[in-house]
Antibody
Framework: QVQLEESGPGLVKPSETLSLTCTVS????????WSWIRQPPGKGLEYIGY???????DYNPSLRSRLIISMDTSKNQFSLKLSSVTAADTAVYYC?????????WGRGTTVAVSS | EIVLTQSPDTLSLSPGETATLSCRAS???????FAWYQQKPGQTPRLLIY???IRATGIPDRFSGSGSGTDFTLTINRLEPEDFAVYYC?????????FGGGTKVEI
């Protein structure tokens, strides 16, 4: 059974960079696609982007200029870096496997942007 | 970007009834790459349906999906107390992936 777990700081200052890591267990990360999704408080789901086994990435156009998604196959992890954050980036951030739609999800990690 | 519009925003029903949730796309998304998710308060979204009508592992057969092109439907027969939640549709045929705004099924 594939399991995903997000990790990273729960608080980031405005204008700084939000960095999160998703650790995958139960299977190699060198298969499938791996995605980030976020959910602002009280709102719906927003696709952030994905990275696949070849390192190909796709980013939500609304975030593309601030976003980098990368992969570390030696650690079976993939990561998100979102720069120049504002309060609008406050959300629960989820990582998920993208295969038959988004079929396995992490529990999510809450990130607040505040000084 | 394909915009998905879900209706209604809220559906008030009783256990045992049937819920019919709709999702309309701003342009055709075909007939394959469409999914539905369930999210309960404080929990992670769970994949219910993918490929328009294929139930994910462990999803009971009272959940069914249908549709093609721009109109998709999630039907929940014989509502159980644990089915009261928010449901999101999603298309994954075109990038960026997009979600609908959600339908809350409440008692």
């Amino acid at each position: 059974q594939v399991q995903l777990e997000e990790s990273g700081p729960g608080l980031v200052k405005p204008s700084e960079t939000l960095s999160l890591t998703c650790t995958v267990s139960g299977g190699p990360i060198t298969t499938y696609k791996w995605s980030w999704i976020r959910q602002p408080p009280g709102k719906g789901l927003e696709y952030i982007g994905y990275i696949d086994y070849s390192g190909y990435t796709d980013y939500n156009p609304s975030l593309r200029s601030r976003l980098i998604i990368s992969m570390d196959t030696s650690k079976n992890q993939f990561s998100l870096k979102l720069s120049s954050v504002t309060a609008a980036d406050t959300a629960v951030y989820y990582c998920a496997r993208y295969w038959s739609a988004l079929d396995f999800w992490g529990r999510g990690t809450t990130v607040a942007v505040s000084s | 970007e394909i915009v998905l519009t879900q209706s209604p925003d809220t559906l008030s029903l009783s256990p045992g009834e049937t819920a019919t949730l709709s999702c309309r796309a701003s342009q055709s998304v075909g007939s394959i790459y469409f999914a539905w998710y369930q999210q309960k308060p404080g929990q992670t979204p769970r994949l219910l349906i993918y490929g328009v009508s294929i139930r994910a592992t462990g999803i009971p057969d009272r959940f069914s999906g249908s549709g093609s092109g721009t109109d998709f439907t999630l039907t929940i027969n014989r509502l159980e107390p644990e089915d009261f939640a928010v449901y999101y549709c999603q298309q994954y045929n075109f990038l960026p992936l997009t979600f609908g705004g959600g339908t809350k099924v409440e008692i």
